[in-house]
DNA sequence: CTCCCATTGTTGACAGCGTCATCATTGTTG
DNA sequence: CAACAATGATGACGCTGTCAACAATGGGAG
């Protein structure tokens, strides 16, 4: 242990990595992060990491598999996030509800590169199973607040998948508006919870049991 | 077909294309929508219209100035569609934005691509200053939308770019679920305009006036 | 009408990229 | 310890975007 340790920290270049896969992923999320998705580069990312430009391939088999495996971890940890967010929160729907909405913007926010290439991974037809069940984790999360909230009688009946969709829509709409800097000017100079707060209510009454709008 | 079309332009090698650069627009349009942003290359551009490799940068300076035009002209359409969206509907609100909605819809279900390019370089901070002017024009269409419903008492009171910002958020929202196939399975098998049925009782209601939810 | 020159297209070069085939080193396991 | 699977290195290929230098075109100025 004490000597994976201390072969992890030197620098020497050995002539296995030890954990390149790892190294990999966590570097290219940071070129991601900082200078767009354009510029990640394969090569580069080996290059930054001390290893031949060809030693990627012995962990993800091309460019769009390293892709992958990055939205994964992305949806993975917006999963968690979500989940996170229901802990030592009260009952009320409306609080729960809050409590989801400002971590998906919040996650939305610090990681709006990631968030992009996450959806961007989903919309391939080929997309990988197990990339699909992850995705899904965070929705059916939602799916079931909702009708947490139909069986407290705080939103309106009907079919669990009509009610949320509005629900959803209205959340990833404004994230991704907010994020892609896309609001008209104004709106958001109070910070992104100052409009969440404004969608919060919206999305509220609008699930809120009680007659239809005329 | 494309080669019918390709003859059609060129009867025969002229030194001079014509009009090159409106060629080279159209036909990018059709790979992104066809073969996604991935696949677009100057190079294939080129070769496709039967001009040298180089040929294209006397009209674009770089690939990203022919993405940028590529993202004017679907903003310049969008706005028109929206606009075109409002002639000959009813006075109501409620009929008004589901001509408004529906458009949109619209569009980006027939342009999904295009639209995902067109948010993209909107994020880029350094995007061109004609391109955000054009961007805007259907956003302003929208708010403007929102104050004739408020003139109506139709919609509640309250700074316009809050009341309109929910209803951005929930319609570009849906739009984009429904467009990248992030949709819980089942919920739109019977199309795009179930779903929209859906969302925009849910916006009406979220933007009725009367007492604010619990 | 002619000549000039800005516009537009061509050719060739360069470096960087993703991918592949082949070879070298390592760590593990029987 | 030896064989073997895993991992990395090297070199090659064709593709890409971009640039500089050169060539054809065509619309005005004289």
Known sequence: MVDTL???????????????????????????????????????????????????????KDKQALLDALALDGFERLAATAEASQKGVGDPFAERLRALVRA???FAADNAELLDLMYSVKHDPEASQGLLAVAFRW????????????????VREGPVTEVALPVFAALHGYADLAVSGMLPPGVLDGGLDEGLDVVLAFILRGSAPGPAAP
Chains 1, 2 share one sequence.
């Open 6 to 60: 201390a072969r992890m920290q030197t620098p020497a270049r050995r002539y296995h990595h030890g954990d390149l896969r790892a190294a990999l992923l966590a570097r290219a999320e940071e070129t991601l992060r900082e200078r767009g998705p354009a510029a990640l580069s394969l090569r580069e990312l080996a290059r930054d990491l001390g290893v031949s430009h060809a030693a990627p391939s012995r962990h993800f």
């Open 104 to 106: 998906y913007v919040r």
């Open 139 to 154: 929705s059916d999360h939602a799916v079931a607040l909702i009708e947490y909230g139909q069986r407290r009688g705080e």
